[in-house]
């Protein structure tokens, strides 16, 4: 069974980081693309950041404007998103989610696994 837990996420000031964590287990995915969306309230899920299967290939939403990247550890079977200069707009659910393909997408439909989210408050 495949699982994607991800961690991380808490309540931090404006202009603060956080560092995401998504753990997969039950699946060995080093030679999948994985994502990170967020979905907010009252709004649909968004693309924020995506990475190949081997890491030499990343993609970041430009509304992120720089402040985001994501890295992975196939060693450890986890994908990073670290998250600087936090606004109260980043407030969010973050979901990391696997794509059984090399190549990385920035559409949602494109994913096959899904973590249960960790909530991202940004306050003012």
């Known amino acids: 069974q495949v699982q994607l837990v991800e961690s991380g996420g808490g309540l931090v000031q404006a202009g603060g980081s956080l560092r995401l964590s998504c753990a997969a287990s039950?699946?060995?995915?080093?030679?999948?693309?994985m994502g990170w969306f967020r979905q907010a309230p009252g709004k649909e899920r968004e693309f924020v950041a995506a990475i190949s299967g081997d890491g030499r290939a990343t993609s970041t939403s430009n509304s992120m404007n720089g402040r985001f990247t994501i890295s992975r550890d196939n060693a450890k079977n986890t994908v990073y998103l670290q998250m600087n200069s936090l606004k109260p707009e980043d407030t969010a659910v973050y979901y990391c989610?696997?794509?059984?393909?090399?190549?990385?997408?920035?559409?949602?439909?494109?994913?096959?696994?899904w973590g249960q989210g960790t909530q991202v408050t940004v306050s003012s």
């Open positions: 989610a696997v794509r059984r393909s090399a190549g990385y997408s920035r559409y949602s439909i494109d994913y096959d696994y």
């Open positions: 039950g699946i060995t995915v080093s030679v999948y693309a």
